[in-house]
């Protein structure tokens, strides 16, 4: 089993809808990142957190809203998502982000209809 | 930009056979890279990771090789069981203001066959 949990592991939700990914760890990591990944293709970066503040967004719509309430917690919120926004989005944690071995949640298989 | 690659989509080994990954890296300031193990509806699993200032390095059955000179990283896998199948990443860590920045390679599905 995993040590990065997200929740819901799967999410259908129509295009003006606002819904939220969440994502926990109790390794005592200080770094957390999100990735998105299409079907059959590697996990793209999405955001990195560290030491709760944001330090890298690859340049991702504002559609996409992330937020790290505490050190354990990531959340990304969700806005009027797109159909090509369906995929698995992916929470990692790590304990920084020097050259540690990142470690990855099931994720959240997200359709948008 | 700087990229991560691998030489085969696919690879197909019988149960108790050696099984090699290979993956090719272009930016020869990357200096820590990690390999992982996808299975079907599951995040990617951390195998083991290298840094630059190393040559080889050993986990359970499994050795990851760095060649700076040609860029190459592998992933040896000894005695591949059937539990084994799955895709395959190396993934290349940025620096400097990229750290934290993961950038993986394709992927090779790895099957063993009974």
């Known amino acids: 089993d995993t040590e990065v949990t997200q929740t819901p592991k799967h999410l259908v939700m129509g295009m003006t809808n606002k819904k939220s990914l969440k994502c926990e760890q109790h390794?005592?990591?200080?770094?957390m990142y999100w990735y998105k990944q299409k079907a059959k293709k590697p996990p793209e970066l999405m955001f990195v957190y560290s030491y709760e503040k944001l330090s890298i967004n690859e340049s991702v719509p504002s559609r996409f809203s992330p937020e790290c309430p505490n050190s354990s917690l990531l959340n990304l919120h969700l806005h009027a998502l797109q159909p090509e926004d369906s995929a698995l989005y992916l929470c990692?944690?790590?304990?920084?982000?020097?050259?540690?071995?990142?470690?990855f949640g099931d994720g959240t298989r997200l359709s948008i209809l | 930009g700087e990229s991560v690659g691998l030489h085969l989509p696919t690879l197909s080994v019988q149960e108790g056979d050696n099984s090699i990954i290979n993956c090719a890296y272009s930016n020869s300031a990357s200096d820590y890279f990690i390999w992982y193990k996808q299975e079907s509806g599951k995040g990617p699993q951390f195998i083991i990771d290298i840094r630059s200032n190393m040559d080889k390095r050993q986990g359970q059955r499994v050795t990851v090789l760095l060649n700076k000179t040609v860029k190459h990283l592998s992933l040896q896998i000894a005695a591949t069981q059937p539990g084994d199948s799955a895709v395959y990443f190396c993934?290349?860590?940025?620096?400097?203001?990229?750290?934290?920045?993961?950038?993986f390679g394709q992927g090779t599905i790895l099957t063993v066959h009974p």
């Open positions: 990692a944690s790590s304990q920084g982000v020097d050259n540690q071995p990142q470690h």
């Open positions: 993934a290349e860590n940025g620096w400097g203001t990229s750290y934290g920045k993961l950038t």
């Open positions: 390794m005592g990591h200080r770094a």
